[in-house]
């Protein structure tokens, strides 16, 4: 597609189910990253996938927190038994070579997720 | 210290004005650097690379100085427009593909 794709756009979930965050990124990107944004903080790294390389998952903050991405493209986020904590909004981005703007990254509108 | 450290502000600045932010990172091996801007409730754009030369975008210049390890913004002839928040991020590692970390942001309001 044209830019990074994210769904949904609002969740709301309550507290102790599981929920899951899907990103699309542009086509031809090979690297995706995953981040957070808590009202008024930050961007909060969460992980990094690039091709077929093991992904730095050094960012998750739990392991109630973990992210797969399938042939290379499509990536979901899964976050187990949700917290009041993880209420935040869930951004994703690909990078892609893009001449003068080197390796910047393109996010998607996000998915805003409240825990409650 | 921080990894990515930002003056938070707020930036409050008529129209016209040149206005400058500043940027601190803490890893010597960072090789890559952004400015990012973000508009209340939607998702950060890149605005430019930062290079070792400095760069320039019309009335946006950025530069970078590797020995006292920061970045800066400058914005001339300041619009209404301009108003937003300015992230500025950083790379971890050597390589250019690997997570950039982001400072929490500068807001700058610009008003006529």
């Known amino acids: 597609g044209a830019g990074v794709s994210q769904s949904p756009s609002n969740k709301v979930t309550e507290k102790g189910k599981d929920v899951e965050l899907r990103c699309d990124p542009i086509?031809?990107?090979?690297?995706l990253y995953w981040y957070r944004q808590s009202l008024g903080q930050g961007l909060e790294f969460l992980i990094y996938?690039?091709?077929?390389?093991?992904?730095?998952k050094s960012g998750l903050p739990s392991d109630r927190f973990s992210a797969e991405r399938t042939g290379g493209s499509v990536s979901t986020l899964t976050i187990q038994r949700t917290q009041q904590e993880d209420s935040a909004v869930y951004l994703c981005a690909s990078t892609g070579y893009s001449g003068r703007l080197g390796y910047g990254y393109t996010f998607g509108s996000g998915t805003r997720l409240t825990v409650v | 210290r921080k990894e990515v450290e930002q003056d938070p502000g707020p930036f409050n600045v008529p129209e016209g004005a040149t206005v400058a932010f500043n940027c601190t990172y803490s890893?010597?091996?960072?090789?890559?650097f952004f400015w990012y801007r973000q508009d209340c409730r939607k998702e950060p754009k890149l605005l430019m690379s930062?290079?070792?030369s400095g760069n320039e975008d019309g009335r946006f210049t950025a530069q970078l100085n590797r020995a006292s390890q920061y970045i800066s913004l400058l914005i001339r002839d300041s619009k209404l427009s301009d108003s937003a928040t300015y992230l500025c991020a950083v790379n971890r590692g050597r390589q250019a593909g690997t997570a950039l970390i982001f400072g929490k942001g500068t807001t700058l309001s610009v008003s006529s």
């Open positions: 930062v290079y070792s």
């Open positions: 890893n010597s091996a960072s090789q890559s």
């Open positions: 086509s031809g990107h090979t690297a």
């Open positions: 996938f690039q091709g077929n390389s093991a992904p730095d």
